[in-house]
């Protein structure tokens, strides 16, 4: 069941070059779905469906964005860095999970009580220098006894819980619900081209495994599957977003207004004639907003034939992600059919 899948993802702590725990995740899933699994140079999971001497490349970034400790104060407070797209608001007085070298060790980020700010200072919002993680330590050596130092993971601690309607809610579902997509479609699809489905690393901090991958494995053409937001809520417009969470997964025409990916029309038409020969339904999207590793990818060894197909997900890059299941399933269906068939290229 794919709700199990994105519930043992997405509870799993993988920061950007710290994917490990997720990798042990996928391999355990594919273990006897796929010829042949081995981690690049980079780091990269990449696992193959061999066929014929038309290849394909699916890729979905295994990491999450989190925080990694840069400086450890005499009173066992610590000072950190954000690695990916925070907006620091969302962080003010989260639980947070430390992976030290000698385990888990669970702190707080704590900052200046709201009653001690002064008018000024509640405008301005809150900045990554104002908040701290308290582990309960009362001194740098007892921080360190714990496994705790200088270059240390911390991911947020928050597990999946369900909501109405066949709806979840969870961290890193960007972009877990791509992870749970492509190992979903590799344990079911049938098809004649060779797949490299690749789980790439650092997307979230400049779309890194996903370029040296593409670059390695020279793909004839290629999907990214991810996340993107909806406009079907409150402080959002569809006019502006006009994509929906429970009307099917979205293939990208365009994003980042075009500074990131503009998609091969012939992969575009591809899965959309894919979705229409099998009554799966599927959006659109020309966005302005963020990218994926399908910008990396498509501008690799000369161009590669790209576009992405995306689960629309509420309030992304926040500890209380919100997807519809329908949408993970419809894009499984979508990518096995597609699969049976070849772009026009």
């Known amino acids: 069941m794919v709700k199990e899948l994105i519930k043992k993802l997405s509870n799993a702590h993988g920061l950007s070059g710290s994917e490990g725990n997720i990798f042990d995740i996928v391999r355990a899933e594919l273990d006897g779905s796929v010829d042949e699994m081995y981690t690049d140079k980079m780091g990269n999971l990449v696992a193959v469906r061999k066929g014929g001497d038309f290849s394909v490349m699916l890729a979905a970034h295994a990491d999450e964005i989190g925080l990694m400790v840069k400086a450890i104060e005499e009173k066992g407070y610590l000072r950190f860095v954000t690695l990916g797209g925070w907006y620091l608001p969302t962080l003010y007085n989260q639980r947070v999970i430390l992976h030290g070298t000698d385990g888990p060790v669970v702190g707080v980020l704590g900052g200046k009580p709201p009653h001690k700010m002064e008018d000024e200072e509640r405008k301005k919002g809150v900045k990554a220098d104002d908040l701290f993680i308290d582990i309960g330590a009362s001194s740098r050596e007892e921080v360190e006894s714990l496994g705790v130092g200088i270059g240390t993971p911390v991911t947020v601690d928050r597990e999946m819980a369900d909501l109405a309607n ?116 599927y959006q659109l999207e020309v966005g302005s907003g963020g990218t994926t590793d399908a910008t990396a990818i498509h501008l690799e060894r000369g161009g590669i034939p790209s576009t992405t197909l995306s689960i629309p997900t509420r309030y992304i890059h926040s500890p209380v992600e919100v997807m519809d299941l329908r949408d993970v399933e419809d894009g499984i269906r979508l990518l096995v059919e597609a699969l049976k068939t070849r772009p026009e290229i």
Not at 182 to 188: A, D, F, G, I, K
Not at 190 to 213: C, R
Not at 232 to 244: A, Q, R, Y
């Open 166 to 281: 066949g709806r979840i809610t969870g961290k890193a579902f960007d972009n877990r619900a791509g992870v749970a997509l492509l190992v979903r479609t590799m344990q079911e699809v049938e098809s004649p081209h060779t797949i490299y489905a690749v789980f790439t690393v650092q997307e979230e901090v400049g779309l890194k495994g996903g370029k040296t991958s593409a670059y390695a494995l020279d793909p004839d053409c290629a999907i990214a599957t991810d996340v993107t937001f909806p406009g079907d809520h409150p402080g959002i417009d569809l006019k502006d977003v006009p994509v929906e969470m429970g009307k099917g997964p979205i293939i990208t025409i365009a994003d980042a207004s075009g500074r990131g990916l503009i998609a091969s029309r012939a992969m575009v038409n591809w899965l959309k004639d894919a979705a229409s020969a099998n009554d799966i339904p």
